[in-house]
Every structure is written in structure tokens, then in C-alpha cells.
């Protein structure tokens, strides 16, 4: 009988793997069943659009950073807005506010579905699958509702929104927001409590949370480390502080701690809806009235010659945004994100960073699989939620 | 039971779902109609007389992010339209597309509006690029605005999905 051999294998992982969340390509060291090393390789899905934003007009960079992260669009846009409006040193209305803070909020719920329909499926739970995309579709409803567009509505704009919200709006966020929690046990039911799903994730990819401050993780999977940071408390925004919800944290730093916090996290997010719904009147403002930035209505375009040249003025050239650099943070569904941008004066902007959660999420991996099973490694890739597009960009 | 308890409570949850109404739409057979603000593909409109509305400012192609639209203008001899002047080339690439809307914003004249058609499969790379005649609505249809924003909805407030 030969010997039994006993040297580390190295096996590629992704990028065309179903359970890399898009293609992040891993290439690992095993041990037997055990991992010795892990070494993410990024750049599969690179798409510039970073660098491809510098050659747009501001409110057109909108649909392209909508794109980078592509579960969370309205947290997207919402942030470069933010940040292009605090250049502009502009104040949107009140009620722009609210609405932005309503879309983020559904938006956080819609990705939080999504990571958790993926994440029980490839842990074997695909009821939850089915069950999560069912909820999921009421939210990309509501996108389409809104602005026509499921995944990336483009509905926020710099000084506001696209246009107002459509009659049904409040009926159908409402609809949502009175059926989802009964479909949140429901999802609770099938796995909190199961034994085969707590076997497999309580104790795995633990991550300490000095560790997780050390990798500058943020979001879900730093708060499940007992790091109590919410950009929505900490560096509250669009009105934040006048709304009431809790952050949910876990010390146990594990993939099931990761799990309890984004549940919790998603019955935040509807209390935030519920109390933000109440304060969006059915109809009002919903830009700026600042003539450079905010298109005139369209009938008067159609009638009359000075809305006419001001339309033309705002397609084709844009509008300037005062030289100077910005950055406001967001707590996007996979924590901190924002965009760092940077004007020169022009109606273009000269750079604008994206701070990316998941790539920090991504160098992150190897601290948290080192030593455990490969098996193990796919709850691990599922619980950080990276989205590939973000990683990138 | 702490093992077994748990479990069937996930089992009876799956249960209830076998005795539930099925939420699938058997599409292609079935289909969903779309909001009344769908950003489907885009038709290109007329005005009351059958004649073109575009007048080929060129807003449309400067306001698109994705640079998708390409269009040569044409003096105009009455026949194609009212004005002056019309777009003799009228072209959008599909695959550049990403149907953003900027374009029916940007339309000073309410000449482009986005369709509801969102079948977009071709067989051919040549087809990628729509041209006039595949944007155009036939000249018979007069031309309703489309995204008015006072219609009635067209899918209830439950989406078509039912528990
Ligand atoms: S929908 Fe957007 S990408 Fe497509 S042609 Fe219009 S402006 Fe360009
Ligand atoms: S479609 Fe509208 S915006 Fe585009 S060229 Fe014609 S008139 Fe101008």
C-alpha cells in the first residue's frame, strides 16, 4: 500500500463558482479538509466606472455609481448626492429628506433579502431562497412603481428626487411594511432555531472585534463583533437623529451572530420606514428650487421660451460645483459607503472614490477561514455579503 | 425535542406554503403588465398629423450617460415634420443602453418617450442597433402622452402577488 500523501493542495475557487457571490476567485491551501491559507484575487468584474465618472456631467455620474454596488442603488446614489450637495452647500426640502431616508431603508431590506436568500441556500435552506426573492419582488415593485426601473431607479438626483412620487406610493409602501414582518418569522422559523443551520454557522469564521476594528470592517459584520459603530448614529444624516430605532449588536463575531444582527437589522429598517411613511406628505417638493440644478416642469419646457433655454442650459451643460473635495458616509446595507469626490470648478467631476465595505469585507476572508473547514468557507463567503460590483468598481 | 421542535416548526411553515395559492407567473404565456413609468425601449413619437416630433437638438444624445444614442439632423422639406428641421439618422445601441431615462427627460419637445417593451432578444449584432424604424410608432397611432403621471395604475397594490 503507498503511502498517504500527506502535502497542502492549492485548489482555485471561483471565479465562475456559484457560491463566490459573482466572481471573487479564491485560491486556497488546503490541508486535508482544512484551510491553510486564503488568497482573494479581485478584478473579474472591474468596470471603471470610477474612472469612466470623470468624464460625466454630475447628475449624470448617478446611474453609473448606481451600478457599482448593484443591491443597494438607492444607497448608492443617495450618497454621492450627499456629497455633491454638501459642495453645492445645498439643503434639500424637508420632505426629500424623509423620502430619501424611506427609499434607503427598503432598499437595506431589499439587500438584506437577497444576502439571505442566497446565504440559507447555500447552506442548504432553499425554501428560504424562494421565500426571500417573493419579498423581494414587492420591494423591486415599488422601485418600478416609482421611477420605472427595478434595480436602479435613478430616482435620487442631486437637489432632490426625479420627479414626485406617483399616487399609490404610500399604499404600496404600506402593504409592504404590514406584511413583511409575519414573512420575517416566517424566514426565523426556518432557520433561528434549527438545529442543522446552527451547527453549521454558530462558531464559524469568527472574527474578534479587535480584528474587525483592525480591518476597518464596518456594517453587519462588525456590529455581529461587538464593534457598536451605525453611521446613522454616530455621523447622523438627512435627519437621522429625529428618528427612532435601535442598532443591533452581537459580540459573538461568528457567521450565526451575522445572521441574528441582519434580521434585527431588517425590523429596524421597517420601524425606520414606519415612522418615516407618516411624516411624507402625498404631494409637495421634491428638488430644490434652485434654477441651475432642478429642471423646469416639463409643460412649461413645452410652452414656454425662458423655461425652454434653461432646460437646454441644464442637459447640456450641467451645472458647475464649486471647487473642493467632500465626503459624506451613508450606512449602506453592507455598512459605511460613501464617495469621496473631488471638483475642480467644471460641470465634471475630477475624481470621485468610492469607500467600497465590501472590499475591506473581502481582505477580511482570510483572517476569518484560516484554519477552519472548506466547507465552512462557503457560509463564511456567505455571511460577509460582498457584492462584487463594489469590490471593483 | 430542543432538536426536533425547531425543525418541525420549519416543517409546518413549509407545509402551509403547499396549501397557498402559487405566486409563479408562467411567463411567457402570462405576463405582468408594467407600470405606468416602465423605462422599456424607446419609441419615438408623432404628433397629431403623423408627422415626427423630434426636431434633432441633440439633447437626448447629450444627456444620455452612456453616449447610446447617435443622430444627424436634416433640413426638413414638410414632409417628415412640422418644423425646420428632423432627424434624417435616428439611432440608439441597445447594448450601450441603460435605459436611465435621461433621454425622455432631456426631450424638449416630448419626442422620446420609454416604451413598455422590454423583449429585447435579437438574433443578429446587427439588430443591436435600433434605427427610425424600429423606434418610430406607426404613423396611423396618434400620440397619447404615455407617461402622463395622473393614469391609473395598472398592477394592484399587491403586485400580482398573493399569499
Ligand atoms: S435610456 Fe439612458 S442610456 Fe438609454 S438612450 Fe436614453 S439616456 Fe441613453
Ligand atoms: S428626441 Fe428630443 S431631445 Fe432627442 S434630438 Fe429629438 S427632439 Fe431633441
Not at chain 1, 414606519?274 to 434652485?290: C, F, N, Y
Not at chain 2, 391609473?152 to 397594490?157: M, P, V
Request: aromatic share 8%; glycine share 8%; charged share 25%.
Amino acid at each position: 500500500m503507498p503511502d498517504i500523501r500527506t502535502e497542502t493542495m492549492t485548489v482555485n475557487m471561483g471565479p465562475q463558482h456559484p457560491s463566490t457571490h459573482g466572481v471573487l476567485r479564491l485560491v486556497l491551501e488546503l490541508d486535508g479538509e482544512t484551510v491553510r491559507s486564503v488568497a482573494p484575487t479581485i478584478g473579474y468584474l472591474h468596470t471603471g466606472i470610477e474612472k469612466t465618472a470623470e468624464q460625466k456631467k454630475w447628475q449624470q455620474v448617478i446611474p453609473l455609481v448606481e451600478r457599482m454596488d448593484y443591491l443597494s442603488a438607492q444607497s448608492n446614489s443617495m450618497a454621492f448626492c450627499l456629497s455633491v450637495e454638501k459642495l453645492l452647500g445645498l439643503e434639500v426640502p424637508e420632505r426629500v429628506r424623509w423620502i430619501r431616508i424611506l427609499l434607503a431603508e427598503l432598499q437595506r431590506i431589499n439587500s438584506h433579502l437577497v444576502w439571505l436568500g442566497t446565504h440559507g441556500m447555500e447552506l442548504g435552506a432553499v425554501s428560504v431562497m424562494l421565500y426571500c426573492f417573493r419579498e423581494r419582488e414587492l420591494l423591486l415593485n415599488i422601485n418600478e412603481l416609482i421611477a420605472g426601473f427595478r434595480m436602479f431607479p435613478s430616482f435620487m438626483r442631486v437637489g432632490g428626487l426625479r420627479e414626485d412620487l406617483p399616487r399609490g406610493f404610500h399604499d404600496a409602501v404600506r402593504a409592504f411594511l404590514d406584511r413583511f414582518p409575519q414573512k420575517l418569522d416566517e424566514y426565523e422559523d426556518l432557520l433561528t432555531r434549527n438545529r442543522i443551520y446552527i451547527d453549521r454557522t454558530r462558531g464559524v469564521g469568527r472574527i474578534s472585534k479587535e480584528d474587525a476594528i483592525a480591518f476597518s470592517l464596518v456594517g453587519p459584520i462588525a456590529r455581529a463583533a461587538g464593534v457598536d459603530y451605525d453611521v446613522r448614529k454616530v455621523f447622523p444624516y438627512l435627519g437621522y437623529d429625529a428618528i427612532d430605532f435601535a442598532v443591533p449588536t452581537r459580540t459573538e463575531g461568528d457567521v450565526y451572530a451575522r445572521y441574528l444582527v441582519r434580521v434585527a437589522e431588517m425590523r429596524e429598517s421597517l420601524k425606520i420606514c414606519r415612522q418615516v411613511l407618516e411624516r411624507i406628505t402625498p404631494m409637495g417638493a421634491w428638488a430644490v428650487a434652485d434654477p441651475r440644478i432642478t429642471p423646469p416642469p416639463k409643460d412649461r419646457v413645452y410652452t414656454e421660451m425662458e423655461a425652454l433655454i434653461q432646460h437646454f442650459l441644464i442637459y447640456s451643460q450641467g451645472f458647475t460645483v464649486p471647487a473642493g473635495e467632500a465626503y459624506v458616509p451613508v450606512e449602506g446595507p453592507r455598512g459605511e459607503h460613501g464617495f469621496s469626490i473631488t471638483s475642480d470648478g467644471t460641470n465634471r467631476p475630477w475624481r470621485v472614490k468610492s469607500r467600497a465595505p465590501s472590499l475591506l469585507a473581502c481582505q477580511a476572508l482570510a483572517k476569518m477561514t484560516v484554519g477552519g473547514l472548506i466547507a465552512d468557507l462557503i457560509a463564511v463567503i456567505g455571511s460577509v455579503d460582498v457584492v462584487m460590483g463594489d469590490v471593483d468598481r | 425535542m430542543a432538536v426536533i421542535g425547531p425543525l418541525l416548526v420549519g416543517f409546518a411553515t413549509t407545509l402551509k406554503h403547499l396549501f397557498r395559492k402559487p405566486i409563479t407567473v408562467n411567463y411567457p404565456e402570462q405576463k405582468f403588465p408594467m407600470f405606468p413609468k416602465y423605462r422599456g425601449k424607446q419609441v419615438l413619437m408623432r404628433d397629431e398629423n403623423g408627422l415626427e416630433k423630434c426636431v434633432a437638438c441633440g439633447l437626448c444624445s447629450v444627456a444620455c450617460p452612456a453616449d447610446a444614442i447617435y443622430l444627424e439632423a436634416a433640413e426638413n422639406d414638410g414632409t417628415v415634420m412640422a418644423g425646420p428641421r428632423y432627424a434624417s439618422v435616428y439611432q440608439i445601441h441597445k447594448t450601450r443602453c441603460i435605459f436611465c431615462g435621461y433621454c425622455e427627460e432631456a426631450c424638449p419637445v416630448g419626442a422620446i418617450f420609454m416604451g413598455k417593451d422590454y423583449e429585447l432578444a435579437v438574433y443578429s449584432k446587427a439588430d443591436f442597433v435600433w434605427d427610425k424604424k424600429d423606434l418610430l410608432v406607426p404613423a396611423a397611432v396618434s400620440s397619447p402622452q404615455p407617461r402622463a403621471g395622473t393614469e391609473a395604475q395598472t398592477r394592484d397594490s399587491g403586485f400580482g402577488i398573493r399569499d
